[in-house]
T-cell receptor, first 115, second 110 residues
Framework: DAGVIQSPRHEVTEMGQEVTLRCKPISGHNSLFWYRQTMMRGLELLIYFNNNVPIDDSGMPEDRFSAKMPNASFSTLKIQPSEPRDSAVYFC?????????????FGPGTRLTVL | SQQGEEDPQALSIQEGENATMNCSYKTSINNLQWYRQNSGRGLVHLILIRSNEREKHSGRLRVTLDTSKKSSSLLITASRAADTASYFCATEYRDDKIIFGKGTRLHILP
């Protein structure tokens, strides 16, 4: 199994540009999570999908952030317009089952730098 | 904040020694998980302990849970250089929310 796949691995962009991060979960997993990790705030859950439906988006910082899961094998996290404070490592994780007692499998992350 | 807090924030020990990290949380939980993150990588699940369990083992790892003190500890015995990483606890609360702590950075000295 290839594990959770994220692209790109690194993204450098200028303030105001649109950024799209992509995630392919592990086949057969029905839950997908987007996290943001910074030194100051640690690992924050942004949004959680179950069976392609957003269940909890309370962690999405503001309207500039949006996430979609059009099918069971693909999700995107979009930031528009991007700001320097969005610079962070963004992780996608998937699990078999809900947000409960199931191991989450993390992707390698996308390191985003907004200049 | 419900966020679990790991303690200490950073720990350096000699190879071969045991490493102990702690996690405290604020309200009742369903379960608690420990994850490891190597530099530049995603998190990797280590072990899960449910609220009705007190201790679990996996290889050189031993996890304890004290629900009366709302705390958990992760013990790594006979540490190795490869154990150098950050370790996070993730608490699942009764509303199914999972919150990660800020982690303990463990450095194993040769």
């Amino acid at each position: 199994d290839a594990g959770v796949i994220q692209s790109p691995r690194h993204e450098v962009t200028e303030m105001g540009q649109e950024v799209t991060l992509r995630c392919k979960p592990i086949s057969g997993h029905n839950s997908l999570f987007w996290y943001r990790q910074t030194m100051m705030r640690g690992l924050e859950l942004l949004i959680y999908f179950n069976n392609n439906v957003p269940i909890d988006d309370s962690g999405m910082p503001e309207d500039r952030f949006s996430a979609k899961m059009p099918n069971a094998s693909f999700s995107t996290l979009k930031i528009q317009p991007s700001e320097p404070r969005d610079s962070a490592v963004y992780f996608c994780a998937s699990s078999f089952g809900g947000a409960g007692a199931d191991t989450q499998y993390f992707g390698p992350g996308t390191r985003l730098t907004v200049l | 904040s419900q966020q679990g807090e790991e303690d200490p924030q950073a720990l350096s020990i000699q190879e071969g020694e045991n490493a102990t990290m702690n996690c405290s949380y604020k309200t009742s939980i369903n379960n608690l998980q420990w994850y490891r993150q190597n530099s530049g990588r995603g998190l990797v699940h280590l072990i899960l302990i449910r609220s009705n369990e007190r201790e679990k083992h996996s290889g050189r790892l031993r996890v304890t849970l004290d629900t009366s003190k709302k705390s958990s500890s992760l013990l790594i015995t006979a540490s190795r250089a490869a154990d150098t990483a950050s370790y996070f606890c993730a608490t699942e609360y009764r509303d199914d929310k999972i919150i990660f702590g800020k982690g303990t950075r463990l450095h194993i000295l040769p």
